[in-house]
């Protein structure tokens, strides 16, 4: 899989949204505050870039004592034919 750089990633809750671009290695960090209330599985987690469609997606959490919940996003996207 080759890196795509310049990705839009995008975190929303209803009409909330952060928004981040993945580096020239197609990595990017996103550390979305919506409130302590809020859980993961109530963010919604997008990928886009003229040119490309997404694939597939995927989420996994894993466990970091510093944070509430640690959630690795991916998306894998490919050239619109």
Do not use: H, N
Not at 10 to 19: D, H, Q
Not at 74 to 80: G, H
């Amino acid at each position: 899989m080759t890196p795509i750089p310049d990705v839009l990633v995008k975190a929303e809750m209803g009409k909330w949204r952060i928004l981040v671009r993945t580096s020239s290695e197609g990595v990017y960090k996103l550390y979305p505050s919506f409130g302590s209330d809020i859980t993961a599985d109530q963010i919604t987690i997008s990928c886009s870039k003229d040119g490309y469609e997404t694939v597939d997606g995927s989420r996994r959490r894993l466990s970091d004592k510093k944070v509430k919940e640690l959630v690795v996003a991916e998306c894998l996207m490919a050239p619109k034919s």
